[in-house]
């Protein structure tokens, strides 16, 4: 193996270092040793010192500009820019001191929700390179062990990562190290090294200082009394004696640190979400202009979707016109899409019920429901007589067409009242049989009154027979809707009705036809 | 194109006993059957059935077809029926109610169009629309589309369109009487034209179907 080193560490020479390479920031990193070990991981932590101020939208303010903290004892200055800096304002200071220095200092209070979604934004894009992304307080920490050979080697990829990362942010560390928490550690002390074997973490780590392991005052209080200063003075300490002192937490962190117990990361799922818009070069009047814009927007989705691995439920059209005006369209999936042909058709059909009074200007596609993409099956040989496609494509084009409200599937429901024995329903849906009583195959949306004249049941002109079988339904007090009801079958020529006479009132009503 | 593919033509009349077998689905009621060319409502073509009210439109006449069909293909499109189609009535007469989708076009230009996709996809398995009375180039498009989908159309209309030509295979007319329907064929491709066929809602042969009354 080919073993290189740029400035050697002060630390002697051990077995474990042939595949160290400790390099300073900047120059070229010649080793790349491949990485084969399934569970051998290589985080790399981004430590971003500026992120209080870049994540307000004031941070391309052109004068000394700091974020500051609520304390109890005051307000502290969190993080200063460079120009704050020249004049001596450091973070830790108090607010009113920092004014002193400088009273030009513009300052704002920290905005730690901002601050998130900064790292979430970040994250996001750091996506492209590895699925496995924790977010921290103050950066990020990438594994990027299972993307090394993807990428071209570890180097190109940190090269990657680490253009990137300058230009969304002022100076920020790159570390590379092993485990999680000595990324963590070496990108927030500021030191950019790049190892890859566990052997190593203890050289890089030893010196610096054992604050960082420990947080609360009293524990530091000990540390400072036993003359423990650096991580590698704990780490020489006897481990029973430190956890009698500190307790077994600090020993699980330092076996953490140095790779000795796994260290589990919650993971950063970004929340999938697509928006693009297109800005039209003339105001568009007729709708045939827009298809090329639409058809461009639709092949950036695509692109989306399956770097995302994901199909899509809903899309939904924005365009604004040039007098403001706002035309919202969605465009609803009878099921989960991936194949832009299909959506473009939809998408024209949904645009033919557009009535434009504005000519068009800007034209923007949403989209936020997905669902993960399911790989096609296909038989290898076709049994049945429609293709998959034609299965919910006809409700999809109908519904966008006609509207989701227009196009509906019925189903029964389990109750007494024939108003309430049945819904609406999505197409396809299955509802429960129905009992065995014999119910009328039109139900008129509501009652129809019935006449008696010279004691007999008359609809219009017709005299209803009665049937000498009645059904009573009384049902629903439960729900304020009470119905006492005696139920006939009655006919009048070819004509089966179902009517009922309603116990309360006394009055006949026709409510159905067989 | 060869002979045998010329014979497979729906528009190729060969005769009462030459009629390919799948090309008609029987309706169940055997004094209708007997005088339809196919034994049954014609496959892949339109039939229009003309009654005095659409609001009453005798659904038991063509329920055991739709029955029989229903499993053939996914779907089976209503449209703009006049009243709600009761699913406690349909179910109990063997119609599996999850397989209907109910469409409710605002105006009669959405009616025709969902009509045509809904004819023409390959995915019903019957299409049964009311409607206005239908002028002949888009009657003529339903026909086509019908024919494209094999699909089984039903188009109830009223009886004002006895005044006008029709283009679908099959045009009935049903007369309300005391004791059913009396049939009128009016057009029908291939066939003799049968007056006065009576049927009465009990007299359905299906298996499928519930006897009523």
Redesign the interface.
Known sequence: MKQVRWNPSPEPERSGYERLAVITAGSPILDQTPVNDSAHHLWLGIHLPFLALESLDECSAQGPFAVFEQHRQGQQIVVANQLARKSGILEGMSLTAARTLNPDLFSLCRNRSLEHRRLRQLATTAGQWTPRITLLEDGLLLDISGSTRLFGGMTQLIEQIHAWIRTESIDPCVSLMPTAASALLCARTGKASRITAKECIPSVVRSLPAAHLITDAQSHRLLVQLGARTIGDLIRLPRDGLARRFGPDLLVRIDRLLGRLPDPQAVFKPALQFKKSCALDAEITDIEFLYPAIRYLLEKLSAYLSVQQVMLERLQWRFTGERGARYRLPVHLAKPRGDIDELERLSRLALEGLKISDPIVNLELCAHRFTPRIPAHKTLFDQTTWGDAHDDSLVERLQTRLGKHAVHGIQAQVDHRPENAWRRCRPGEAGPVSGDRKRPLWLLPSPKAIHISKGCLTIGTQILRLDHHCERICSGWWDHQPIRRDYYRASSGSIQAWIFRDLDSGHWRLHGIF | MNLDACLQRQDIWRGKKALPADSAVATGFAALDNCLPGKGWPRGALTEILVENIK?S???LI?PALSRVLN????Q?WIAP????????????GL???????????NQA?IL??AE??LR????SAVIFWSDHLKAAPMRRLQLAAESGNTLGICFQGDEALRHHSLATLRIRCK??????KIDLLKCRGGPLCQNISIA?DSSTSDALTT??
Request: aromatic share 10%; glycine share 4%.
């Open positions: 009453r005798p659904l038991w329920l053939s293909r996914p779907w499109a006049p009243a709600l189609p009761y699913p406690p009535g349909l179910t109990h007469n599996d109610v999850s397989k209907i989708i109910i469409i409710e076009p605002e959405d169009w969902s996709q809904s996809s390959n995915a019903c309300e009487t005391a004791s059913g329907l809602p009523f009354s």
